[in-house]
């Protein structure tokens, strides 16, 4: 292929070409199919709706796994395990409880936004493609953590896979808005609007979201509102 550009005149059907409106085409198929590809990516982004996940009244379109209680307080998903009563756990001792909020509905590629509320011994995550039928883990979904002071997949990372190291997003004791964008093998993540991972990863490709509360890394409390998706 060379650099060289060839023009082509599209001629009105009569015969003539139009005199002041020239429509020039470029033969440089390449860029072209770059282009094309490009728009018809944003086309099908500008034309899909944000779908909300949470009226802020109910959980409907969610189902609770796991011993932790949700409640919904101030237009907010709840939950605090470090309040609530121990269980017993796998090895005979007490332990705080420990669950997930699941939606009823499944996605494959998606746009998920969430505004969510931790304390520093918060241990939450937004899970994500989670296989049906299964227990809810990283085994079985990406699981995006919440927990600023994890050693070694901080808040925003795909536990178990992708670590945001040396970056730590700092979301204690505040709102913060999370998003997760996952387009076939395409993850990205961003809290606060900085991008914490942009990754390829074809383990999962569908399932249901769930949110978590509680686990081994703490028992502090966690909110989400504003939970949006679209797909």
Same mark, same amino acid.
């Given at each position: ?63 609770t796994a ?23 756990g796998a #090895?005979?001792? &007490? /332990? %705080? =409880?420990? @669950? ?5 509905? !499944? ?40 927990? #600023?002071?994890? &050693? /070694? %997949? =901080?808040? @925003? ?5 992708? !670590? ?68």
């Open positions: 292929m060379t650099d060289s550009v060839n023009w082509v005149a599209f001629r009105e059907p009569r015969g003539f070409i139009v005199p002041e409106i020239i429509l020039w085409a470029q033969e440089w198929r390449p860029n072209l199919k770059i282009l094309l590809f490009s728009l018809a990516l944003f086309a099908a982004q500008a034309g899909s709706t944000w779908t909300s996940l949470f009226d802020g009244k109910t959980m409907q379109g969610w189902s796991g011993a932790v209680q949700w409640t919904v307080t101030d237009g907010a998903l709840s939950a605090n395990p470090s309040a609530q009563p121990a269980i017993t #090895d005979g001792k &007490p /332990t %705080h =409880p420990a @669950g997930f909020l699941r939606s009823d509905a !499944s996605y494959a590629n998606f746009d998920l936004t969430a505004e969510f509320y931790s304390e520093k011994n918060t241990n939450s995550g937004v899970f994500v493609r989670c296989a049906a039928g299964q227990t809810i883990s990283q085994n079985s979904c990406y699981e995006v953590n919440i927990s #600023d002071n994890h &050693p /070694t %997949h =901080p808040t @925003g990372s795909i536990v178990g896979m992708h !670590s945001t190291l040396p970056t730590r997003a700092a979301t204690a004791g505040k709102w913060s808005t999370m998003e997760i964008g996952a387009h076939g093998s395409h993850i990205v993540v961003k809290v606060d609007g900085k991008t914490m991972l942009d990754v390829k990863d074809e383990k999962f490709t569908t399932g249901a979201i769930a949110l978590q509360a509680g686990g081994p890394n703490g028992p502090g409390p966690v909110r989400f509102r504003n939970i949006r998706v679209r797909s």
